[in-house]
């Protein structure tokens, strides 16, 4: 079946350091790639998307790159805030129309 | 603003007694799902309306079902909660396009279940 691969957290940075959150995917057919983000106490929001192989979701200074040859979508950002501090996941849609398989999510903390 | 409402946002029941959670939307969406999340783990499927059409994961235990009395408003009901059941539901709605791969899910708050 469908399953999605995150790196395990949590992940400490610095504010302004550069940021990746590695997602690998397997899948049969061509799924939809995803980013959600889960702030404390909250449900997910979608942070980004990528519907077709090379397409780059991409939102708040976010971006991710759904690559088949690597069936990879990793999450990267330039220069990450305090405000970023959240859990992070990564998802496909593939598996029975618009069913979401999830990975375990991976929890990001950014200090000043 | 659209949104989904997700009522309570913490409930509290005792082992075995019945529950229901509540899930309305005002985004018009002819989807709706419900996610079981356990601590620190991925959001699981455990069943989703079309419509009125009601799809349940094979892995669902028969101690969840769930009512979709309209299209604004789904519940989940457990009938008899055990330990293991303690866990964030998290209420979803998609609006189905050409393509339901691409379909873009919005998800409520959640209700935080303690089981005592």
């Not at chain 2, 946002?9 to 899930?23: A, D, E, H, I």
Request: charged fraction near 20%; glycine fraction near 8%.
């Amino acid at each position: 079946g469908d399953s999605v691969t995150q790196m395990e957290g949590p992940v400490t940075l610095s504010e302004e350091a550069f940021l990746t959150i590695n997602c690998t995917y397997t899948a049969t057919g061509y799924p939809s790639l995803f980013w959600y983000v889960q702030y404390p106490g909250e449900g997910l929001q979608l942070l980004l998307k990528a519907t077709k192989a090379d397409d780059k979701g991409s939102n708040k200074g976010f971006e991710a790159t759904y690559r088949k040859e690597t069936t990879s979508f990793h999450l990267e950002k330039g220069s990450v805030q305090v405000s970023d501090s959240a859990v992070y996941f990564c998802a496909l849609s593939g598996g029975g129309g618009n069913k979401l398989t999830f990975g375990t999510g991976t929890q990001l903390k950014v200090e000043l | 603003d659209a949104m989904v409402i997700q009522n309570p946002r913490y409930q509290v029941t005792q082992f075995g007694k019945p529950v229901t959670l509540s899930c309305s939307q005002t985004l018009n969406h002819n989807v709706m799902y419900w996610y079981q999340q356990k601590s620190s783990q991925a959001p699981k499927l455990l069943f989703h309306y079309y419509d009125k059409d009601f799809n349940n994961e094979a892995d669902t235990p028969d101690n969840f079902q769930s009512r979709r009395p309209n299209t604004s408003f789904c519940f989940l009901d457990i009938r008899s909660p055990g330990l293991g059941d303690a866990a964030m539901y998290l209420c979803a709605t998609s609006k189905e396009g050409a393509n339901p791969y691409t379909d873009t899910q919005y998800f409520g708050p959640g209700t935080r279940l303690t089981v005592l």
